[in-house]
T-cell receptor, first 114, second 113 residues
Framework: DVKVTQSSRYLVKRTGEKVFLECVQDMDHENMFWYRQDPGLGLRLIYFSYDVKMKEKGDIPEGYSVSREKKERFSLILESASTNQTSMYLC?????????????FGSGTRLTVV | QKEVEQDPGPLSVPEGAIVSLNCTYSNSAFQYFMWYRQYSRKGPELLMYTYSSGNKEDGRFTAQVDKSSKYISLFIRDSQPSDSATYLCAMEGLGQGAQKLVFGQGTRLTINP
């Protein structure tokens, strides 16, 4: 089975801290994604990457950056955490576009910024 | 207007009922349609997918796409308490940006024993 592993299930950080969320996939997928999930707002795309060192902004990139130095790892960085970034963060990967290649999601990181 | 609209519920039905979950969309370029299931404190998992219009059946689940109406549905027959989860529709077009899916808000479903 494809696995997408997010390094932390729960994180509590202080306002202004720099926060790193790590995601690793083990099936050589080209595409990786970071979403946040909030009640009433659903899944919102922050950033995605279709290749090593390549990244594209999603719908809500402000306050975030990403890094993809290796194919299997995609990191989300909160440059200066704020309370409105308290959320569930979901990482996903997929091998390519097309109907049978849906996303495989990680279990999520619930981040609380205090 | 959101590209994909999904009633967030919550929806609560008795065990054994037939459940109908629905999404509407505005982008006629969408060609691939998926349903994800998300249990509490877990990431979403792919449940079903369909291409273009038509029906697809997998056990107790049936996915239906009506492109003329820009409307997709997921039917669950003989619903079980283990079906209690949030269900998200997702869709994708072809061409530029085709790697990323567009999701509905998710419908929270509870099946009562």
């Amino acid at each position: 089975d494809v696995k997408v592993t997010q390094s932390s299930r729960y994180l509590v950080k202080r306002t202004g801290e720099k926060v790193f969320l790590e995601c690793v996939q083990d099936m050589d997928h080209e595409n990786m994604f970071w979403y946040r999930q909030d009640p009433g707002l659903g899944l919102r795309l922050i950033y995605f990457s279709y290749d090593v060192k390549m990244k594209e902004k999603g719908d809500i990139p402000e306050g975030y950056s990403v890094s993809r130095e290796k194919k299997e790892r995609f990191s989300l960085i909160l440059e200066s955490a704020s309370t409105n970034q308290t959320s569930m963060y979901l990482c996903a990967s997929r091998p390519g576009s097309g109907s049978i290649y849906g996303y495989t999601f990680g279990s999520g990181t619930r981040l609380t910024v205090v | 207007q959101k590209e994909v609209e999904q009633d967030p519920g919550p929806l609560s039905v008795p065990e054994g009922a037939i459940v109908s979950l629905n999404c509407t969309y505005s982008n006629s370029a969408f060609q691939y349609f998926m349903w994800y299931r998300q249990y509490s404190r877990k990431g979403p998992e792919l449940l079903m997918y369909t291409y273009s219009s038509g029906n697809k059946e997998d056990g107790r689940f049936t996915a239906q796409v009506d492109k003329s109406s820009k409307y997709i549905s997921l039917f669950i027959r003989d619903s079980q308490p283990s079906d209690s989860a949030t269900y998200l529709c997702a869709m994708e077009g072809l061409g530029q940006g085709a790697q990323k899916l567009v999701f509905g808000q998710g419908t929270r479903l509870t099946i009562n024993p």
